[in-house]
């Protein structure tokens, strides 16, 4: 199960924290990630990490200002998003896998998804 919190509405240049809580199916062995949607638009990767924290991957647009952590102890992702922009809203989705794979964009679970609104 996956359980993403913290979006909201904020203008741009401000700053938001997303967590996901990531339980059961092996989640917190491998790689996480957080993704978004605009409607009308596919789904865009956003950012990614590893087991362990060790590596990151981050989407163009976000690097430098989208930094993406977890907690194994307590089961959670998170995405802190500083400088934001206009073209940042989305629903944004954290995103588990229950097993390795080569391709760290690729990912089986999907949360609910929580709102970010950037006003200009």
């Known amino acids: 199960q996956l359980q993403a919190s913290g979006g909201g509405l904020v203008q741009a240049g401000g700053s938001l924290r997303l967590s996901c809580a990531a339980s059961g199916r092996n989640f917190m062995a491998n790689t996480l990630g957080w993704f978004r949607q605009v409607p009308g638009k596919e789904r865009e990767f956003v950012a990614a990490?590893?087991?362990?924290?060790?590596?990151?991957w981050y989407q163009d647009s976000v690097k430098g200002r989208f930094t993406i952590s977890r907690d194994n102890a307590r089961n959670m992702v998170y995405l802190q998003m500083n400088s934001l922009k206009p073209e940042d809203t989305a629903v944004y989705y954290c995103?588990?896998?229950?097993?390795?794979?080569?391709?760290?964009?690729?990912?089986?679970?999907w949360g609910q998804g929580t709102l970010v609104t950037v006003s200009s």
């Open positions: 995103a588990a896998r229950s097993k390795s794979y080569d391709d760290y964009r690729t990912f089986e679970y």
């Open positions: 990490i590893n087991w362990n924290g060790g590596r990151t």
